[in-house]
């Protein structure tokens, strides 16, 4: 069993930066792959970022590509989304993830432990 909760969401202008946390419970993190999901209102879920349990291969959403950076601290239990250059269009609750195996995946039906979500909003 493992249990997800994200923080660092908030209000932020277009340009700037914000770092998202996802702080795990359970003995088994480090030997899952994590995901950053988001979902903006009135739209399906969307892929953002992805690393495998060591941290060595990562995956990016097209539309965060260059901007958005996944990392994680498996000591600490935690896996963050560095954000930067930010858009309107980032509006969204983001959503960690942690998946069935180790790897990196691009695909919400690869992952079956999911937090409740922090809000990011982000003003033109």
């Known amino acids: 069993q493992v249990q997800l909760v994200e923080s660092g969401g908030g209000l932020v202008q277009a340009g700037g930066s914000l770092r998202l946390s996802c702080a795990a419970s359970g003995r088994t993190f480090s030997n899952k792959g994590m995901g950053w999901f988001r979902q903006a209102p009135g739209k399906e879920r969307e892929f953002v970022a992805t690393?495998?349990?060591?941290?060595?291969?990562?995956n990016y959403g097209d539309s965060v590509k260059g901007r958005f950076t996944i990392s994680r601290d498996n000591a600490k239990n935690t896996v963050y989304l560095q954000m930067n250059s930010l858009k309107a269009e980032d509006t969204a609750v983001y959503y960690c993830a942690a998946a069935f195996n180790s790897g990196s995946y691009a695909t919400s039906v690869a992952y079956n432990y999911w937090g409740q979500g922090t809000q990011v909003t982000v003003s033109s």
């Open positions: 690393i495998n349990w060591g941290g060595g291969s990562t």
